[in-house]
């Protein structure tokens, strides 16, 4: 029995660290705050349907970038950098999407 518990540990440990190698909770929690603001700005017609479209598509080259990091079983440092990158621009667009002068045309019914 021992020698049994003695050969799971390792394995056990080894999947763990596996794991952890794969997640990138920094990148993950970035994607759901661009999704907040993307919805934000659409919502308060800060950005038109067109910046709001192009915000989006950013935001799916990042998943699929990232999907591509983690496709061998480990996200490098260089790839975590290049992820990050990737979404400072896509912020730094975002950013400047929303505070230009083009507003979401608002028709009233009144």
Same mark, same amino acid.
């Given at each position: 029995?021992?020698?049994?518990?003695? *050969? *799971?540990?390792?394995?056990?440990? &080894?999947?763990?660290?596996?794991?952890?190698?794969?997640? &990138?909770?920094?990148?993950?929690?970035?994607?759901?705050?661009?999704?907040?603001?993307?919805?934000?700005?659409?919502?308060?017609?800060? *950005? &038109?349907?067109?910046?709001?479209?192009?915000?989006?598509?950013?935001?799916?080259?990042?998943?699929?970038?990232?999907?591509?990091?983690?496709?061998?079983?480990?996200? &490098?440092?260089?790839?975590?950098?290049? *992820?990050?990158?990737?979404?400072?621009?896509?912020?730094?667009?975002?950013?400047?999407?929303?505070?230009?002068?083009?507003?979401?045309?608002?028709?009233?019914?009144?």
């Amino acid at each position: 029995m021992r020698k049994i518990v003695a *050969l *799971l540990i390792p394995i056990a440990f &080894t999947i763990v660290m596996q794991a952890n190698a794969q997640r &990138t909770p920094g990148v993950d929690q970035r994607q759901q705050n661009q999704r907040v603001r993307i919805h934000q700005g659409f919502a308060s017609g800060e *950005l &038109t349907r067109r910046e709001a479209a192009g915000a989006i598509q950013d935001q799916r080259h990042i998943r699929r970038a990232e999907r591509c990091a983690k496709a061998d079983g480990q996200v &490098t440092r260089r790839e975590r950098a290049r *992820l990050h990158h990737k979404q400072n621009r896509a912020s730094h667009e975002l950013r400047r999407d929303k505070h230009n002068a083009h507003a979401r045309r608002r028709y009233n019914a009144a």
